[in-house]
């Protein structure tokens, strides 16, 4: 079974600086993608950033990139210029080609003015 | 552009009653998903279905019923509500295509069960 592990339960920074989320995952396919949530106080959750496996290239979204290491299983967030309205809870997904997709615990991520 | 609608958006329920959460949307999306957000657990997967007239359990099914009769509806049923069932529920859909398999998220259902 798959599994999506986030060993970073809550983080703060400063605004302005840069932030890297943890995310791991497990899996036997080669053929999957990956996603980061975001889900701010208003509950609402909003895709930041997605990932496909076969494309080696990292996806970049303005301030949002990701370093996604195939191998390593490993696909870790980053977030440059933080900004006070990227606090909000953090979540790393996983769906298989042609199934469910699975969520990490998620980070609570603080950015301090 | 109403996207994934759920219905209700807060609701209580005393020990032993029943429910349906309605789940619709209207983007034409193939799957559909229940998960429920606990604190410190993130989102679990209760049902998901990858079409029509098809469904499959999740990571923690136990005390739930699901039915997918139309693409557009995704409904969440508890027989009889259980405090540990008290948690915000969410559906979401996606249209799975190689070019897109986002995921797209309702408001969410804040249940307490007393």
């Known amino acids: 079974a798959q599994t999506v592990t986030q060993s970073q339960p809550e983080m703060s920074v400063q605004e302005a600086e840069t932030v890297t989320l943890s995310c791991t995952y497990d899996t036997s396919e080669s053929n999957y993608y990956l996603f980061w949530y975001k889900q701010p106080p208003s509950r609402q959750m909003i895709l930041v950033i997605r990932?496909?496996?076969?494309?080696?290239q990292n996806a970049t979204e303005n301030r949002f990139s990701v370093n996604f290491q195939k191998a390593a299983k490993s696909f870790s967030l980053k977030i440059s210029d933080s900004q006070l309205g990227d606090t909000a809870m953090y979540f790393c997904?996983?769906?298989?080609?042609?199934?469910?997709?699975?969520f990490g615990k998620g980070t609570r991520l603080h950015i301090l003015p | 552009n109403a996207g994934v609608t759920q219905t209700p958006k807060f609701r209580v329920l005393k020990t032993g009653q029943s429910m349906t959460l309605l789940c619709a949307q209207d983007?034409?999306?193939?799957?559909m998903y229940w998960y429920r957000q606990d604190p410190g657990m993130g989102l679990r997967l209760i049902h998901y279905?990858?079409?029509?007239?098809?469904?499959a359990k999740g990571e923690v099914p136990d005390g739930y019923n699901v039915s997918r009769l139309k693409k557009q509806n995704f409904l969440l049923g508890l027989e009889s509500a259980a405090p540990s069932q008290t948690s915000v529920y969410f559906c979401?859909?996606?249209?799975?295509?190689?070019?897109?398999?986002?995921?797209?998220f309702g408001q969410g259902t804040r249940l307490t069960v007393v």
């Open positions: 997904a996983f769906m298989r080609g042609d199934d469910k997709i699975i």
């Open positions: 979401a859909s996606s249209p799975y295509t190689e070019l897109n398999t986002e995921a797209f």
């Open positions: 990932q496909e496996a076969y494309k080696q």
């Open positions: 983007m034409n999306h193939e799957y």
């Open positions: 279905s990858v079409g029509e007239g098809t469904t």
